[in-house]
């Protein structure tokens, strides 16, 4: 009895000795990389939230003030900071990004330290702090506040010397202690310029690398806020996108060479897809606004993004490793405007629809190499809705796949994929292979996942799919893969006039279109469009895609034309080849003409006939849109006449941001009968001497 209960034991001991060794043999994958801190992770998870700008530009109609607009302008009629916070919180924002001060140094709060804030303003009787308002209205909705604050100041007479640095600290101090938790601070990149520098009209120039020392100031913030994560210039802990589109690429990487960004060697173009080989954890954020300005612009009120473009948006922003930052522009009642307020609706019930139900998590999940053959990192973790767990391979395994098969064919149109970005972003390239009929169909070939990537594809029947992670940097930790199957998206279709009012009206294959010429909601009783028409007057068209096959409606595109230009002649230009001139005015955007080089010099101008006396309250500038080097105009004079002899100067100044934002740039004026129009390009983005022209029109 003996021998048999002391073998029973040292087998006991051997198997349970195993069994530890075993374990201790699976760990847990080592991190990777650089990775992201906690404040990174919380951040990164928000998704998507919300930038407002509401200044005194609202009221000036500019994008960017100079600096010497009077405080006693801002003067909202309506102001509710809570319909911001309502509106935002049922689109499924995490929080409100305040433009506090922008590049004019007007204030929302009532500093200290300057006079140029609401308190010298007739809002509340200059007793009203607006940063206070939006902060407990985002406590009451259970939003995060953000807060920007321009480095840039074009009005503050230190500008450019080493006291207004202790200035804009001072205001920092403010912003992060008065207000409570601050989730982001963001700074502008713009720095150094114009303005009127407490009353001296000219040009401050700074290394904007140097001028900050961000070192310290970030150190400040850290010391205040060590919650608050730093968007931007200086050595940020999350990054722009390279673009005011709202887009990330393709290739996303969280990474960053960081040391060259500060010491000048990476281009902003690069930050669309970050580098593989940075050495910190940078995540991007795209950002865009709901319509082409950051400030509200009521000649844009029926010019809010197409619903298409802001789905678009959505899933390549946060469809693409970024977070998405969107800009609403309060109007000068004080309030998200109605038009755009629907715009998100639409988008959020486009979401919702496209999310619904998720098809893998009743799958039968299986791998062809896990960790260790531990459960602990297991396939199916994949499917459990725990973010905190994920499918792992073994150490020298860089190449692996995944399956997932279904009870019955299942129709599929979108794959959610995510890393356990705690230990690193790892995945390289990877595809997606649907089972159709019996056979394996390769229905996509992508490159990073990072935290989250998600892809839109052509629905597929699939009796099962399989992931495929083809490189990868190290043995790769997968934490969620889901797959959805999205209602059919029609895209709008799209609405063009050339000069001589010939309108084209196009749509995807297999769809019909129906308009309307009379402002009214287009329906299936509304005219079939069969063929290009002619419309020569002022007109607002709108029309619908209907997909045939499914009898699913798009939504609405709308244009709306000024009198055709079929008249319209230029007349004379001081540079540039005169046999293409007519591109600027062919009704075309995606055609240009350009003019200016060393020997013809800025500024230069264009005389136009419009053929007739027009009434004009406006006009437009659209810049080259298809090219790199866009060679933009920055500074603009425009002239109207009845007779081409005695001209009045209707407009002039900047095309403010246009290097980042290179849009259709509106100007608008007290209304004018005129028939001849002289455009001045003064001044080249970069000070060059080559501009381009897509197109010039007038708002009637």
């Given at each position: ?68 607009e ?13 319909q ?102 963001w ?79 990476v ?13 910190r ?85 299986t ?38 098969v ?49 892809l ?15 490189d ?46 009379d ?12 063929g ?15 997909n ?45 003409w ?17 053929g ?89």
């Open positions: 009895m003996n021998l048999i209960r002391t073998s029973f034991l040292l087998l006991s001991f051997f198997f349970a000795t195993s069994s530890i060794k075993s374990q201790e043999l699976v760990k847990s994958p080592a991190p990777f990389g650089p990775l992201p801190t906690q404040k990174q992770l919380d951040w990164q998870e928000m998704e998507f939230y919300a930038f407002v700008h509401f200044s005194l530009n609202t009221f000036t109609n500019k994008e960017w003030g100079y600096g010497d009077s405080p006693a302008l801002f003067n909202p009629t309506h102001l509710d900071v809570r911001w916070a309502r509106v935002i919180k049922e689109a499924g924002m995490k929080g409100i990004i305040l433009v506090a001060k922008h590049h004019d140094g007007f204030c929302l709060w009532p500093s200290a330290y300057t006079e140029r804030s609401v308190k010298n303003s007739p809002w509340e009787n200059g007793k009203g702090d607006l940063v206070k308002e939006l902060a407990a209205a985002c406590k009451e909705y259970h939003l995060k506040l953000g807060l920007y604050l321009s480095p840039w100041d074009r009005n503050h007479p230190d500008y450019g010397k080493p006291e207004y640095i202790t200035y804009f600290r001072n205001q920092l101090k403010e912003l992060l202690t008065n207000y409570g938790d601050v989730f982001e601070m700074f502008d990149g713009a720095n150094g310029g114009d303005g009127y520098y407490g009353g001296a009209n000219e040009t401050r120039k700074i290394n904007s690398l140097e001028y900050y020392n961000w070192d310290e100031t970030y150190k400040l913030i850290y010391e205040i806020a060590p919650k608050t994560l730093v968007w931007g210039v200086g050595p940020s802990e999350a990054r722009w996108i390279g673009n005011e589109e709202g887009r990330a690429g393709k290739t996303n990487w969280s990474l960053l060479r960081q040391k060259d960004e500060l010491a000048g060697k281009h902003y173009t690069e930050f669309m897809s970050g580098h593989e080989d940075g050495e954890w940078v995540p991007g954020e795209a950002d865009v606004s709901i319509r082409p300005g950051w400030f509200y612009h009521a000649v844009e009120d029926d010019k809010v993004r197409p619903l298409d473009e802001m789905v678009d948006i959505y899933y390549e922003s946060i469809g693409r490793n970024a977070t998405l930052l969107l800009n609403l522009p309060v109007d000068r009642r004080g309030l998200v405007h109605e038009n755009d307020v629907t715009r998100l609706r639409e988008l959020v019930a486009t979401i919702q629809a496209d999310f619904k139900t998720e098809l893998l998590a009743k799958s039968k999940v791998a062809n190499n896990v960790r260790g053959n531990s459960a602990e990192f297991a396939a199916k973790n994949v499917i459990d809705g725990n973010k905190e767990t994920f499918w792992a391979t073994d150490d020298n395994v860089k190449t692996a796949s995944i399956e997932f279904f009870d019955q064919p299942t129709a599929i149109d979108r794959i959610l994929l995510q890393e356990y970005i705690k230990l690193g972003q790892r995945v390289k390239a990877f595809t997606v292979e649907a089972k159709v009929n019996g056979l394996w169909k390769t229905i996509a070939n992508e490159t990073t996942i990072g935290y989250k990537r998600i839109r594809l052509d629905r597929v029947v699939a009796s099962a799919l399989r992931i495929n992670i083809t990868s940097k190290a043995g790769f930790v997968i934490s969620n893969i889901q797959a959805y199957n999205a209602p059919t998206f029609v895209r709008a279709p799209e609405i063009q006039r050339d000069k001589n009012g010939t309108v084209t009206i196009t749509s995807e294959p297999g769809n019909s279109i129906y308009y309307t010429v402002g009214k909601k287009p329906t299936l009783k509304s005219k079939l469009y069969q290009t028409f002619t419309y020569n007057e002022a007109v607002q068209i709108k029309a619908i895609a209907i045939n096959e499914e009898n699913i409606s798009s939504a609405v595109n709308t244009a709306k034309y000024g009198i055709s230009k079929e008249k319209w002649k230029v007349l004379s230009v001081s540079g540039g080849d005169l046999k293409t001139v007519n591109r600027i005015i062919d009704g075309n955007p995606n055609t240009d350009g003019f200016g080089n060393a020997s013809d010099k800025l500024p230069l101008e264009i005389t136009l006939d419009m007739a006396i027009l009434k004009i309250k406006g006009f437009t500038y659209v810049p080259q849109q298809v090219g790199n080097n866009l060679n933009l105009i920055s500074n603009y004079e425009f002239y109207t006449s009845t007779d081409a002899v005695n001209w009045t100067r209707q407009s002039e100044g900047e095309f403010s941001n246009i290097r980042n934002n290179p849009i259709e740039q509106f100007k608008v004026f007290k209304e004018v009968k005129t028939r001849y129009l002289r455009f001045v390009a003064v001044s080249a983005v970069g000070k060059g001497q080559a501009v381009s022209i897509a197109e010039i029109n007038v708002i009637e």
